[in-house]
């Protein structure tokens, strides 16, 4: 019967360092006066090389078709129990779900672990995850992720949505991390990506954001912003955007740090592409250097996702597999779609004033 598992896995990303940092390097003024920032790029940064949100396959979702209440000890004392069920309500909804878990013999550790699908007669399907536990040694997580299918209120047109967020934190150090994740996909070939990420280990933190999004026609835009700083005063953050359609475009971005003693730094820099071959660079820094240069390159960006609609159908068979409610003859859905709200931001500070 069920064990608890060892999700304390995704804590080893909090409490192991020395893992290799893949994040372009801070300006070497920062890590030349602050070598604690290399400490928190390296036990921190590693985070950004997850995969974020994953497909619906990874999760292993099996609802049980009968009703379950179930529940046990196993030999070395720890309990398990698993139940399903069926909630209906209103315009045919239906959510079908199957809750487990368990706990050590002297309850120091336990787990949960939730599935569930959701339909109703206006074409509405959700699959969902949530899990949670923590072990003797204070250690919590929690994660949760769902994809959706409706039909968009303004387009008609059907969309798919994934989203995610997790979480985890130190039972013995002032440590801890949690990240959101999302993405939007239309059957036009608009679609929309971002991750809120924000980390701690002791007198050290750090933030980061970026979006993607793609218009259908051509247009996209892409942006990310990260910053890190030390209860010591010490603060660095790098931050950059691109804009571009039918091969003309821009791309600006900005690296700054501050020292403890209020000391700052910046450097600037951008470019315009105006399609025929040209670039403009152009970009200057506290230092006194700048430039302002006209050159001959080739203007290269993504026009569309490399993961777009036809994936995401691709990879949803299992909520695209759900069956919604007979609906009884002379009763119709109630149209009222009401988009899917964007994911609100964080709760962790804003990014720091430089």
């Given at each position: 019967?069920?064990?608890?598992?060892?999700?304390?896995?995704?804590?080893?990303h909090?409490?192991?360092?020395?893992?290799?940092?893949?994040?372009?390097?801070?300006p070497?003024?920062?890590?030349?006066?602050?070598?604690?920032?290399?400490?928190?790029?390296?036990?921190f940064?590693?985070l950004?090389?997850?995969?974020?949100?994953?497909?619906?396959?990874?999760?292993?979702?099996?609802?049980l078709?009968?009703?379950?209440?179930?529940?046990?000890?196993?030999?070395?004392?720890?309990?398990?129990?698993?139940?399903?069920?069926?909630?209906?309500?209103?315009?045919g909804?239906?959510?079908?779900?199957?809750r487990?878990?368990?706990?050590s013999?002297?309850?120091?550790?336990?787990?949960?672990?939730?599935?569930?699908?959701?339909?109703?007669?206006?074409?509405?399907?959700e699959l969902?995850?949530?899990?949670?536990?923590?072990?003797?040694?204070?250690?919590?997580?929690?994660?949760?992720?769902?994809?959706?299918?409706?039909?968009?209120?303004?387009s008609?047109?059907?969309?798919?949505?994934?989203?995610?967020?997790?979480?985890?934190?130190?039972?013995?150090?002032?440590?801890?991390w949690?990240?959101?994740?999302?993405e939007?996909?239309d059957?036009?070939g608009w679609?929309?990506?971002?991750?809120?990420k924000?980390?701690?280990?002791?007198e050290?933190?750090?933030?980061?954001?970026?979006?993607e999004?793609?218009?259908?026609?051509?247009?996209?835009?892409?942006?990310?912003?990260?910053?890190a700083?030390?209860?010591?005063?010490?603060?660095?953050?790098?931050?950059?955007e691109?804009k571009?359609?039918?091969?003309?475009?821009?791309r600006?971005?900005?690296?700054?740090?501050?020292?403890?003693?209020?000391?700052?730094?910046?450097?600037?820099?951008g470019?315009?592409?105006?399609?025929?071959?040209?670039v403009?660079?152009?970009?200057?820094?506290?230092t006194?250097?700048?430039?302002?240069?006209?050159?001959?390159?080739?203007?290269?960006?993504?026009?569309?996702?490399?993961?777009?609609?036809?994936?995401?159908?691709?990879?949803?068979?299992?909520?695209?597999?759900?069956?919604?409610?007979?609906?009884?003859?002379?009763?119709f859905?109630?149209?009222?779609?009401?988009?899917?709200?964007?994911?609100?931001?964080e709760?962790?500070?804003?990014?720091?004033?430089?």
């Open positions: 019967m069920p064990r608890l598992p060892g999700h304390s896995l995704l804590l080893h909090i409490l192991s360092p020395g893992k290799k940092s893949f994040l372009p390097d801070a070497q003024e920062v890590l030349v006066r602050s070598p604690v920032i290399l400490h928190l790029k390296e036990i940064y590693q950004i090389l997850d995969t974020g949100i994953a497909n619906e396959k990874d999760w292993g979702i099996n609802l078709n009968e009703h379950v209440n179930e529940s046990g000890t196993n030999e070395d004392g720890s309990a398990w129990y698993r139940e399903s069920g069926e909630d209906l309500g209103d315009n909804y239906r959510c079908r779900w199957t487990m878990g368990g706990r013999h002297d309850g120091s550790s336990e787990w949960k672990e939730t599935w569930w699908e959701k339909s109703d007669w206006s074409g509405y399907k969902g995850v949530e899990k949670s536990g923590r072990n003797a040694e204070g250690d919590s997580w929690w994660e949760t992720w769902n994809e959706v299918l409706y039909q968009d209120e303004w008609n047109l059907a969309r798919i949505e994934r989203s995610a967020q997790k979480q985890a934190k130190s039972g013995t150090e002032n440590a801890g949690y990240e959101k994740w999302w939007k996909y059957a036009k679609t929309e990506k971002g991750a809120h924000y980390g701690r280990l002791n050290q933190s750090w933030w980061e954001k970026w979006g999004h793609y218009d259908g026609r051509g247009s996209v835009l892409k942006w990310t912003d990260k910053w700083e030390t209860e010591l005063g010490t603060k660095w953050g790098d931050k950059w691109e571009f359609f039918a091969g003309i475009g821009s600006q971005g900005e690296t700054w740090h501050v020292s403890p003693s209020g000391e700052r730094w910046w450097r600037t820099w470019e315009e592409h105006f399609g025929n071959g040209k403009h660079k152009y970009g200057k820094s506290t006194g250097e700048s430039w302002d240069i006209v050159v001959d390159e080739e203007t290269c960006y993504e026009a569309e996702p490399h993961y777009g609609w036809a994936d995401v159908v691709g990879d949803s068979t299992q909520l695209l597999s759900i069956q919604p409610r007979e609906r009884p003859p002379g009763v859905p109630n149209l009222d779609f009401g988009s899917i709200p964007s994911p609100p931001l709760d962790s500070p804003d990014s720091p004033s430089q």
